[in-house]
């Protein structure tokens, strides 16, 4: 069992949802693979708030993360978000 966070179908194709009380970023960049980050920023701890164009954006210094794989696009950020274990079952993305 998975305690689902999200329907699979609520994540856009090239784009995510942040979902900051479970603290987590779940993205799919290419059709039906999803991949999940931390959603506080490597930086200095804020909460990332936004995902545009590919990326995944902390408001509070600039930093941009890439959707496929956290990678950093755009400092200050020297770390990438870091990655989470996620499942889905039944259409539902959850924690394992
Ligand atoms: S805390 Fe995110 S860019 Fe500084």
Do not use: W, Y
Not at 54 to 69: E, V, Y
Request: proline share 9%; charged share 10%.
């Amino acid at each position: 069992m998975i305690e689902p966070l999200i329907s699979a179908d609520a994540v856009p194709v090239g784009g995510g949802v942040i979902l900051p009380a479970a603290g987590v970023v779940i993205t799919q960049p290419v059709e039906g693979t999803f991949v999940a980050f931390g959603s506080t920023c490597p930086h200095q701890g804020c909460t990332v708030r936004a995902i545009a164009a590919g990326t995944i954006n902390c408001f509070c210094h600039g930093s941009r993360f890439r959707i496929a794989d956290g990678a950093v696009v755009g400092g200050p950020a020297k770390e990438p978000l870091p990655h989470r274990a996620i499942k889905i079952e039944g259409g539902q993305i959850g924690l394992p």
